[in-house]
């Protein structure tokens, strides 16, 4: 009897052990070491998260306090990062450059295993660089902002040189955590299988963002965001969902590989775009959500449609101010939270990862006769 086929896209497989995030797709659940994460995103800033990934517990404020010093301290000492930045092909999207700063970032970073300042320094590059990189392509210059403040906060300022709005900083830091980390997926995947082979982090962390750049995975919400402009009114969501089915595409911020229905991050992500977004702007997504939800129902009624992180988060990101260029990129910002903890468990039970495929091309055979 031939052996069975194994799953494609390692569907079902498990690949290990870890107690950092447990994502229960058929409950509709998601945790960071046991916390519910729709209820931390509002009630934890995104350092917290951090240090909730990589240590196991939450942080005490002196310890959100001195991570928060850490990142800043980490975020000047990049300083203006500008032969980098120039060194990025005008071509490349932000989410390109973001592979090639953090290759670049870790030369000569060698030995295993990672130390924590490779840790630090990864999760400080993201809020620096990319504004550094938006502001030298728009021939502006580049901007510090003042002591004290946190990773959200801080790439909020850094893009515009102004204080952010309190309702729109709050968001986007929920937003943060709510995608700070998401069990093993493809980016994760990737990552920790470069650290295996004891490469360094910076290298763990350039395939990763690789690997979120394809919009299966991260590259979602500015399609999101495009596709909403180019349906403009609610009236026009079902004739445009149609059209986009009939030519056989798919909907950007529908449906999830694990979750059957609802991602719960989704649905935090509507109440926070509720609380940002115009109310025009939400009646033009929810107009677009109900067409695509009876749109999938009625093509694929065995499969429980829902939307996934990305739908809303196109509205969130819009909302707090992010030009929709970087929206994969703060995507990846934020899920360095996530890697870095999924980096530091690798280390600290590291195995090669080198699984086995079963061939199924020709057997043994000789090599033609020259004629
Ligand atoms: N729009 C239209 N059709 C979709 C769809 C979507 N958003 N998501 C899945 N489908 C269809 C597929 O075309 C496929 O149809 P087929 O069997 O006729 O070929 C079927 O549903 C199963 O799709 P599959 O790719 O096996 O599902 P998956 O569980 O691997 O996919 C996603 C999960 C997220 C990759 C998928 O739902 C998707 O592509 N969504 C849109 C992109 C997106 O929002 N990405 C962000 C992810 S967080």
Same mark, same amino acid.
Do not use: C, I
């Given at each position: 009897m031939p052996a069975e086929r194994p799953p494609g896209g390692l569907? @079902?497989?498990?690949?290990g052990e870890s107690a950092i995030t447990d994502v229960r797709g058929g409950e509709g659940m998601l945790y960071y070491r046991g916390y519910s994460v729709p209820h931390l995103a509002g009630s934890v800033g995104w350092e917290g998260v951090v240090h909730l990934l990589r240590s196991g517990e939450l942080p005490t404020p002196g310890e959100t306090r001195a991570l928060r010093e850490a990142l800043s301290a980490r975020r000047r000492s990049l300083g203006d990062l500008a032969p980098m930045v120039r060194a990025i +092909? +005008? @071509?490349?999207?932000p989410m390109e450059a973001l592979r090639s700063g953090f290759s670049l970032l870790g %030369?000569?970073?060698? @030995?295993? +295993? +990672? /130390?924590d300042e490779m840790f630090e320094l990864l999760l400080a590059f993201p809020p620096v660089f990319l504004p550094n990189l938006w502001r030298h392509r728009h021939r502006q210059s580049v901007l510090t902002e003042p002591e004290g403040l946190g990773q959200a906060a801080a790439y909020l300022w850094r893009l515009t040189g102004q204080a952010p709005d309190p309702r729109k900083l709050a968001a986007l830091e929920a937003y943060l955590v709510l995608v700070a980390d998401h069990g093993m997926n493809a980016s994760t995947f990737v990552a920790r299988s470069v650290l295996? /082979?004891?490469?360094d982090p910076a290298s763990a962390m350039s395939a990763a963002v690789g690997s979120l750049k394809g919009p299966l995975h991260g590259g979602a919400p500015s399609l999101v965001a495009d596709f909403l402009d180019r349906v403009g009114t609610p009236d026009r969501a079902e004739e445009e969902v149609e059209a986009t089915l009939g030519r056989g595409e798919r909907l950007m911020g529908f449906g999830h590989r694990v979750y059957r229905g609802e991602d719960p991050r989704a649905r935090r992500l509507r109440e926070l775009a509720r609380t940002v977004a115009s109310s025009e702007r939400m009646e033009l997504a929810e107009a677009v959500e109900r067409a695509g939800l009876r749109a999938l129902a009625r093509r694929n009624p065995k499969r429980p449609w829902g939307l996934n992180v990305e739908f809303y988060a196109a509205l969130v990101l819009e909302a707090a101010g992010i030009p929709r260029p970087l929206f994969p990129p703060t995507f990846a910002l934020a899920r360095t939270a996530g890697w870095v903890a999924h980096l530091k468990e690798q280390a600290q %039970?590291?195995?090669?990862v080198r699984p086995d495929v079963r061939y199924v091309g020709p057997g043994p055979r000789p090599l033609p006769t020259p004629a």
């Open positions: 569907e @079902g497989v498990v690949v +092909p +005008p @071509g490349a999207t %030369h000569g970073w060698d @030995g295993f +295993p +990672p /130390t295996s /082979t004891w490469s %039970h590291n195995r090669l």
